[in-house]
C-alpha cells in the first residue's frame, strides 16, 4: 500500500523557475524522506526530514513539514533542465523503519 | 561494494516457474528493503529486515512471494509459480540503523526487471 499522495502528479515549468511539489499522508510518522528518479532508473535520496523539524534546506531544495496538517512540500529554486525527473516522498512509519513511497510527482524542466 | 547490487539484473521467466531476485546491500548496512514498482507509478513496499530478521511482511502481496537473508547480509526476494502480473521492476534498498524508528536514508540498487511470459 501507498501512503503518500503526491501533488500535483505532474508539473511543468520552465528553466530558472521556481518548483513546488507537495506530499500528505495518513499515519504516524518519524520522518519524511524525498527522493528523486530519472527516467524509471535508480532512485536517489534527496533530503529527510524528521517529524520534530518544520524545515529544511539542502542546495537549492527546501523542505516543509506541518505534522499538525500531515503534509510536506519539497520546493526546488532556479530549476535546471537537469532537475527533470519524477520525485516521491516517502514516509517513516511511527515506531519502526517501514518506509512507504507516494505515487509521485513528474516534473518536467524545458530549457 | 560501493552500492546496493541487484542481480540478476534482467529475467524472463515463463508463467509457472519459480524466480529468485537477489540483493547485496552495502556493507554495514542493517536495514534492507524490498519494493515492486510498476511503471510510472512509485515503489510498492513489500517487506523489509533488520539484520536476518523479518520486521514487516505486510506488502507481500500473497503467500506465492517470501523473503530471506539468512545471515543479516544478502537477501533473496522468492516468488513461486510466477504469474502475469508478478512482471514489474523490483527494487532493493538498504540503510543504516541508528535505532528503534529513528530512519535513515534508504540507497536504492538498480533493480532486476522481471518480465513473466
Known amino acids: 500500500s501507498q501512503q503518500g499522495e503526491e501533488d500535483p502528479q505532474a508539473l511543468s515549468i520552465q528553466e530558472g523557475e521556481n518548483a513546488t511539489m507537495n506530499c500528505s499522508y495518513k499515519t504516524s510518522i518519524n520522518n519524511l524522506q524525498w527522493y528523486r528518479q530519472n527516467s524509471g532508473r535508480g532512485l536517489v535520496h534527496l533530503i529527510l526530514i524528521r517529524s520534530n523539524e518544520r524545515e529544511k534546506h539542502s542546495g537549492r531544495l527546501r523542505v516543509t513539514l506541518d505534522t499538525s496538517k500531515k503534509s510536506s512540500s519539497l520546493l526546488i529554486t532556479a530549476s535546471r533542465a537537469a532537475d527533470t525527473a519524477s520525485y516521491f516522498c516517502a514516509t517513516g512509519q511511527g515506531g519502526s523503519e517501514k518506509l512507504v513511497f507516494g505515487k509521485g510527482t513528474k516534473l518536467t524542466v524545458n530549457p | 561494494g560501493a552500492g546496493v547490487s541487484q542481480s540478476p539484473r534482467y529475467k524472463v521467466t515463463k508463467r509457472g516457474q519459480d524466480v529468485a531476485l537477489r540483493c547485496d546491500p552495502i556493507s554495514g548496512h542493517v536495514s534492507l528493503y524490498w519494493y515492486r514498482q510498476a511503471l510510472g507509478q512509485g515503489p510498492e513496499f513489500l517487506t523489509y529486515f533488520n539484520y536476518e530478521a523479518q520486521q514487516d511482511k505486510s506488502g507481500l502481496p500473497n503467500d506465492r512471494f517470501s523473503a530471506e537473508r539468512p545471515e543479516g547480509s544478502i537477501s533473496t526476494l522468492t516468488i513461486q509459480r510466477t504469474e502475469q502480473r508478478d512482471s514489474a521492476m523490483y527494487r532493493c534498498?538498504?540503510?543504516?540503523?541508528w535505532g528503534r524508528g529513528f530512519g535513515t536514508e534508504a540507497f536504492f540498487g538498480q533493480g532486476t526487471r522481471l518480465t513473466v511470459v
Open positions: 534498498a538498504s540503510s543504516l540503523w
